[in-house]
């Protein structure tokens, strides 16, 4: 198993152990958990939290949880910062397909660093890049 990026709404259930997380994205998690791979959360998707929490679509202690799971030195998760070459590959994330721009932000890093998407986002499954849902 490699490494992978996750989606934010992947992370938060994954983190919840939500019944929404496909047994697909379980199973990819928990296999690169215990091979010691690396799984990437864009950094873009903890001011998504922010944003949804703001908005009351989320619990307030979702980040807060979150980030307790981050901050743990056993933890295959960690955050990917948004770069300049991320910024120029979200180019190649079509708008016509992935409107919304965390979005393309974050489907931008799982093709920078060419590695599958954890993701049930039809628009970012539909834009080409390799996904697992």
């Not at 929490?53 to 980030?67: D, F, H, N, Q, W």
């Amino acid at each position: 198993m490699s490494d992978l990026v996750a989606d934010t709404h992947a992370a938060i259930w994954h983190f919840a152990q939500a019944p929404e997380l496909s047994a697909t994205a379980r199973d990819a998690i928990d296999n690169a958990v215990q091979q010691g791979a690396t799984i990437f959360l864009p950094t873009i998707s903890l001011v998504e939290i922010v944003y949804l929490i703001e908005k009351g679509k989320l619990a307030g202690a979702t980040l807060p949880r979150l980030m307790q799971a981050l901050a743990d030195p056993a933890s295959s998760f960690i955050t990917i910062d948004l770069t300049s070459s991320i910024a120029q590959t979200v180019q190649q994330i079509p708008r016509s397909i992935v409107p919304d721009m965390p979005d393309r932000i974050i489907a931008a890093t799982a093709l920078h660093l060419n590695l599958p998407l954890i993701t049930c986002d039809h628009k970012i499954q539909a834009s080409g890049i390799q996904t697992i849902w």
